[in-house]
Structures are given as C-alpha cells and as structure tokens.
C-alpha cells in the first residue's frame, strides 16, 4: 500500500485483505496500541520502525509459505519500494503496489476529519507534519505500477 496518512491505504487494504485472505499488517495500528499516540514522542520514528522490522519478519514466513500479505507501510521513496519487492522476489513471492493519487488539499479535508474524531482508532497528526511529508513523497511511476521495479540510479553525491 502506497500513499501518504489520509489517501486511503488503509481503508484499501482492509478491502483487499477481506476479498483475498491475505494478512494484513498496519503498523500504526499496532505501534497505537503499544504506544498510543506518541506522534510527538522523540521515539515515534524509531518505534514505528521497529514495528514494521517485526512485520516484515511475520511477512517473510507467510510470504515463503505462500501466503499472502499486505504491507501497509505508505512506502514513500523508490528506492523503499524496490528494497521490498527485491526481498519478496527472493522469497518466491511477487509484488503489486496499490496507490491511489490524492492531492494535498484532499489529504488535508481527511487528515482534519480523522483527527476530529479518531478517538484511538488513528493519530492526531498535526498538519504541518503532512505537508513536509507530501514534500518528501515519491509517487509510483507507471513502470512501478505494472510490476517493474529497480532501484533509483545514485546520484552524483552518492561515494558508494
């Protein structure tokens, strides 16, 4: 699933997870219930991280067993998402990006509205955190979404 907080990936992948039997995994989800909302915590990005390490290691077994998983991670950079499919290639298992465009504007109705009433079921994400995030985020391209992946060619600063 790909996409910023309030695009919808969630709400998708439930669907998908409903139709298909795949498992799902929400690392929001599961770092709220640890955590609760610590969005403003300084460990926030290191505990999600973490959360999506664990996931990603449930996701491996299943994925080697052949069983189906979505990773409800917003995969927000490229080179992420060719890691990822790199790795379920190498388990025997393929990769489909599921992303739907939504404009800032959009984002920002929904993300005002989740956090109106999330009442545990979501953050209360601060709107300046979106907007940085939106500057940060790399839509799938069109060889992406058809299944293609490689990883971003280094950049000239890159010494490696």
Same mark, same amino acid.
């Given at each position: 699933m790909v996409g910023l907080p309030g695009s919808g990936k969630t709400t998708r992948a439930k669907l @998908?997870?409903? $139709?298909? *039997?795949? @498992?799902?995994?929400t690392p929001d989800e599961w770092q709220l219930r640890l955590f609760g909302n610590d969005v403003h915590h300084p460990d926030h990005d290191r505990r999600h991280d973490e959360v999506e390490a664990l996931m990603w290691e449930i996701a491996e077994t299943l994925l080697a067993r052949g069983t189906d998983?979505? +990773?409800d991670f917003g995969f927000w950079s490229r080179a992420e998402r060719a890691s990822f499919a790199a790795r379920a290639k190498a388990l025997g298992a393929s990769c489909a990006i599921h992303f739907e465009h939504v404009d800032l504007t959009e984002l920002e109705r929904r993300v005002t509205l989740r956090n109106a009433t999330a009442g545990g079921n979501h953050y209360v994400l601060p709107l300046e955190f979106l907007r940085q995030w939106a500057g940060t985020f790399? %839509? %799938?391209? $069109?060889? $992406? +979404?058809? *299944?293609?992946f490689s990883p971003p060619a280094p950049s000239s600063s890159d010494s490696h």
């Open positions: @998908l997870a409903a $139709e298909t *039997g795949a @498992l799902r995994l998983v979505i +990773l790399e %839509p %799938p391209d $069109e060889d $992406e +979404l058809a *299944g293609k």
